[in-house]
């Protein structure tokens, strides 16, 4: 039996979580930061092995906003208290970086997908949290988490891509935007790679715009496939430093041509 420790943290002390909660087996509690009433969050380089750096809070606006621009996200189960982690490595997309393989690329050029931006915003945090629960047996997008998006988006901070096939929606994603740097949050698809072309989307538009990263959080053979690859913590936190002096793009998004030609052309074979 390993001895837990305590780490005290402004006025809102610790708190012991099962190893077990994040899927990491072990016989023991692991202490993470308690979170006070403020709005404040430990330095990220204190979180734990595995990411996760405190417990409690709330998902308020202004909340979540300090913790995205310190790059710390909520992360957790129905049932379970708010969780907060700040991984190392992070799983990262500079825009450029992106590639479209040859199957990819033959999706797009039958021209049976259209994407969008900020059309259907509700419509595809729904679907992605309905997605997670019949794969999963539960959602990380409870109802809670998906109101304070919903509330980040109607502020601003908070955009999505539509992917439709015939007029239906096929696929989307959604995240959250400060500065130059976009951080995923969740993504699904109804129709085989709709949700690759939506990223794809993404990417090329925001090129456009000179953003600077997409924080893609944890690693996943799909996202990696696209081009995302890890980065040491230290050095995502210092290229969202500089990502968070440029001015917040908070107006409604809007693809600005037909990107389905523009992502074919800037992408790689």
Known sequence: MNCPYIIPFSKGGYFFVPLWKRGVRGDFLMPVFKLPDEHIFPPPDLAEDNGLLAVG???????????????????????DPILWWSPD?????????????????QTIKKGVFRATMDTAFEEVIT?????HRKDDGGTWITDEMADAYIRL??????????????????????????????????????????????????VQQLVKWKFSLIDC??????????????IPRSNFLEILKSALQHPAKKEKWKIED???????QAGKP
Not at 127 to 131: E, L, S, V, Y
């Open 217 to 230: 959080q944890i690693t996943t053979p799909h996202l990696s496939g696209l081009g995302a690859r890890e």
């Open 153 to 202: 988006h109607h502020s601003g901070f908070a955009h999505s891509v539509e992917v439709r096939a015939e007029g239906e929606l096929a696929g989307g994603l959604y995240g959250i935007s400060l500065g130059s740097a976009f951080f995923g949050e969740s993504m699904f698809t109804r129709k085989s790679n709709a949700s690759k072309v939506a990223f794809a989307a993404l």
């Open 89 to 105: 490595p992070r799983l990262v997309l500079f825009p450029k970086e992106l590639k479209i393989s040859r199957s990819l690329r």
């Open 57 to 79: 809070g709330d998902l308020s606006e202004s909340r979540l906003l300090v913790a995205y621009s310190m790059g710390i996200f909520p992360w957790y189960s129905e049932g």
């Open 127 to 131: 679907n992605c949290a309905a997605i």
């Open 258 to 264: 037909n990107c389905n030609i523009s992502f074919i």
